[in-house]
């Protein structure tokens, strides 16, 4: 038995999976898997909000330190956003 399952989805939705993939530098599986155990990892009821934002060209961004956060969680959560939105040239 194999560990993949298969998913019918609209057209257009496998289209924008496929551009945000490549955008993204991943193959459309790996891309929609991050997607997905993203949603597995909420708490149940917890709220999920997408936020999109333009960075232009040489644009950085600056994560900040939330209230009471230690060196090594801070760091860990700016790895994770750098992973997530960093530039990649």
Known sequence: MSDLARIETERDLADTAARRAAAEGLTITAYISLLLRRGF???????????YDHVGDGSAFHIHREDGEDDDNSSRRVALHDSLFGRRD
């Open 41 to 51: 990892e909420r708490a149940p009821g917890e709220d999920s909000i997408l936020v």
